[in-house]
């Protein structure tokens, strides 16, 4: 390394690979750009892909999410809309689609700050999976609320997607809930937590679907006499209904939906898994940049964003061959791996690196650099002829395998047989 270029360096370099598309252009210098910009999005598109390629062909769950990154000064699509952190800050939304089993951005794509629905990541969605072979494709989609809508459940359904969604809770899903919550048939999903499954058709549907009403134990019970609460005004009304077997516990009510015919105690774990997404977004906004870059056009702004996922896929895979026991996030792992003093030495036509390491951590350190070695030599003795691309296929199955021996086998097991048990497209 010689040098570093300046931030004014870099975007510029970033416009010459994602131009603005100004329709005040002449026609020449529009159609220019677009033909640049179309060849860039077509780079990062093969870039992202062939990072996590070889992980798609195990069984895997996609999650969809959006994140709000709050904007300064003077940026293209910056609005004012939903925004947690900072309210009333203008803002961007970046719609995520993530492999949630190793936790790995398939992609990402800016978009302005009003454009949270749904239906702004439908369309990448389903070009997504299209773009997969059977081998490749999801076994579930996943999401919250936001896309447990007729018109995501329609697409998915239309390609023979299966899905697990979130359902608002209007007033005719209330309804269920007020018919649902004194059956005795309630069946223990884990965590405290019971389910219980019906069928569903709500107004502008186009047929009825499979829903299961989970209860949870509501925090701070409540029991019967107890005035804790009493002069307060809740922040919001809330379904207070007591179970028929248990009159003194109150239950906070949520409804899911699906197309799959997995088992209720699996579908009430599934869901709850979905909250990891949440842990790679404060690991990319906050250790790898995602909410920390400004480009002042939303063509730059997107290449960024999908730059730093594929540099995100590449770290996570060369800690987990590190690591393949459990997965450390950046701000553990880059002073682990990156804190060291290499000296490179060449002799009898043999050369040698010598490390110092200047890290606390010292004998877990020297233990993952050498899971690393094991994974060099490996390369070396199965396909030392192979190309660079071939060469990177055989070194992601490597950390697949190494991942799952880590895997404990009571735990892989019932994952497997559920897949095959339920046919959901898995070979």
Request: proline content about 4%; some cysteine.
């Amino acid at each position: 390394m010689t040098k570093i270029i300046s931030d004014e360096s870099l975007r510029r370099g970033l416009a010459h690979l994602a131009p603005v598309i100004d329709l005040k252009l002449d026609e020449a210098e529009l159609t220019k750009r677009k033909a640049q910009l179309e060849k860039t999005v077509k780079w990062m598109d093969e870039s992202l892909r062939e990072s996590i390629r070889e992980a798609l062909k195990t069984p895997w769950i996609l999650d969809i999410d959006p994140t709000v990154k709050p904007l300064y000064g003077n940026q293209d699509g910056a609005e004012i809309s939903y925004n947690p952190k900072k309210p009333g800050r203008p803002s961007h939304v970046i719609h995520t689609y993530w492999m949630s089993n190793v936790r790995m951005v398939l992609d990402a794509e800016v978009q302005k700050g009003k454009d949270h629905a749904s239906k702004h990541s439908l369309p990448r969605l389903i070009e997504l999976l299209q773009s997969m072979s059977a081998e490749e494709l999801p076994w579930l989609v996943r999401g919250d609320s936001a896309n447990g809508n007729d018109i995501v459940m329609k697409a998915l359904e239309a390609i023979e997607q299966h899905y697990l969604f979130k359902l608002r809770q209007t007033t005719n899903v209330k309804k269920l809930i007020d018919r649902m919550w004194s059956r005795n048939d309630w069946v223990d999903v884990g965590q405290g937590c019971q389910a219980v499954e019906a069928k569903l058709k709500l107004a502008g549907w186009s047929c009825s679907r499979r829903v299961v009403v989970v209860r949870s134990p509501a925090k701070g019970e409540m029991k019967k006499g107890d005035k804790s609460t009493k002069g307060r005004k809740p922040k919001q009304q809330s379904l207070a209904l007591v179970g028929a077997s248990e009159p003194d516990k109150i239950w906070d009510y949520s409804v899911l939906i699906t197309n799959t015919k997995i088992d209720l105690v699996a579908i009430g774990q599934l869901y709850r898994d979905r909250a990891d997404c949440e842990n790679g977004f404060d690991e990319l906004k906050n250790q790898w940049g995602w909410g920390g870059y400004t480009t002042q056009d939303m063509e730059r702004c997107n290449l960024s964003a999908r730059a730093v996922a594929l540099i995100y896929n590449w770290w996570s895979w060369y800690v987990r061959l590190a690591h393949p026991q459990s997965r450390l996030e950046g701000i553990t792992s880059r002073p682990m791996l990156l804190a060291g003093i290499a000296h490179l030495t060449e002799h009898a036509n043999q050369s040698r690196l010598y490390l110092t390491i200047t890290h606390a951590s010292s004998d877990k350190i020297k233990s993952m650099i050498s899971n690393v070695r094991n994974g060099i030599d490996h390369i070396r003795q199965t396909a030392p002829q192979l190309a660079k691309i071939d060469a990177w296929k055989v070194m992601l199955n490597y950390i697949i395998k190494k991942i799952l021996a880590c895997v404990p086998k009571m735990q892989a097991q019932p994952t497997f047989q559920l897949v095959r048990d339920t046919g959901l497209g898995v070979g």
